[in-house]
Structure formats: C-alpha cells, structure tokens
C-alpha cells in the first residue's frame, strides 16, 4: 500500500517528467522502432527516476545511451540485411526463369505464326483448308504452352512464398534482438538511477548472429515442337 506521500512524490515526478522532458537522447531512427508494454513501462520508469533524483541522471544516461543507441542501430543494419536478401533473392527468381518465359512466349509465338501464313493463299479452300490443320496442330501445341506456364508460375510463387517467410522470419529476429537488448539496458539504466554502481567492465558487446540463408532455383526447360 503506497504512502500518500509516496502517490504525491510519484505525481510530482510525472509532472516534472512531463514538464522538463528527462529521457535519455536517443538516437532518431528512419525505422518505426519494434515496442512491447514491458519497453514502455521501463522508459516510463526512467522519466520518473530521472525526475526523483536528477543529480544521478548524467552519469547513468551517459554510460547508458550509447548502448541504447547502438540496439537502435544494430536493428537498422539487420533490418536493411532481411530486405536485402528477399531484394536480390527475388530477382535471382526473376533472372533464372527468363529464359523459360521466352520460351513459353516464342512457343505461342510460332503457333500464331502458323495462322497468318494461311493468309497468303489467294484460293478460299486451300486458306479455310490450312486454318483447319493448323488450327489442330497448333491446338495441342498451346494446350502444351498453357500447360506450362501454368507449372512455371507455380514454382515462380511458390518461391516468392518462401522468400517473403523467410523475410519475415529474418525481421522478427532482429526485432526480438532488438526489444530484448533495449529492455535488458533500460533495466540497468532504471537500477543505476536509483542508485546501483555502474559495471566495472564495459558491458557484453551486442552478440547477433545472422544467418545467411541461400536460395536455390531450378529452372526447367521445355522444348516446343512447333513443325511438324
């Protein structure tokens, strides 16, 4: 049960947090920062203990803020990386399939050639002749074309799919990294305020390991029979 001395101290601290803006300057971020409860209430509580006893406020955010502001970059730099992989992974997909797209195209290409050279017969029967066998041929020729495209595309998303997983996957780590880094050093920030020594040795450096993921593409090429 709080004294109401302790509530009216709490109150002043907040009003004095509110009024003079003690926080630690941090450094500003492109990124929308990750943020948890747990984050906000920390930051909270170093206002409020910023405020309570500003005498210890200097020395605890100036050891204390370069570790804050190197989390804020460190998740820059892994943030930039997952898109970097799902960028240059995507156009890998893009550049392995062309060749197969072109041709898919020139396969459809010849069968529609094949029709315009019906054209140049002058005689009727000889021209409604020709559209009626290439029509059959070229038939089973762009039900091959359509067959094929259709297995491509499935291979092209389900590929993108596990870029875009495995993206994700890379940002939820270095928000994890980032969140639990920032919260662990706001605790030892909120400590050192009220009153606990600073550590002797310089605090673990950031450990974060990126796992690099390789994406292989196979592509498959279909020949297309277009003469007969």
Known sequence: MYSRSSLFVGILAIGLV????????LKASKLKLPI??????????????????PSKTPTCFEYYTPILNQY???????????????NSSSTQIAEA???????IQSGGDK????????????????AFKCFATEGAEQ???LYQVSANATEVASFVKISLQT???????????????????????????????????????????IDYTTTTT???????????????
């Open 18 to 25: 509110t009024g003079l803006g003690i926080a630690p300057k």
């Open 36 to 53: 948890t409860k747990k984050l906000e209430s920390l930051h909270q509580q170093t206002e409020v203990l910023a405020a309570l006893d």
């Open 72 to 86: 804020t970059f460190s998740f820059e730099l892994d943030y930039a990386y997952c898109l970097s992989v799902f």
């Open 97 to 103: 399939w062309n060749s197969t797209l072109y041709q």
């Open 111 to 126: 069968g529609c050639s094949k029709f315009r050279e019906c054209e140049s017969f002058s005689e009727l029967n000889l």
């Open 139 to 141: 038939s089973k020729i």
């Open 163 to 205: 870029l875009q997983t495995q993206r994700d996957s890379c940002v939820n780590v270095a928000q994890r990294n980032y969140i639990e880094g920032t919260s662990r050093t706001y605790d030892q920030l909120n400590s050192c305020l009220q009153g606990a020594p600073l550590p002797e040795a310089p605090t673990t450096p």
């Open 214 to 228: 390789t994406t292989t593409t196979t592509t498959t090429e279909y020949p297309y029979e277009t003469t007969r």
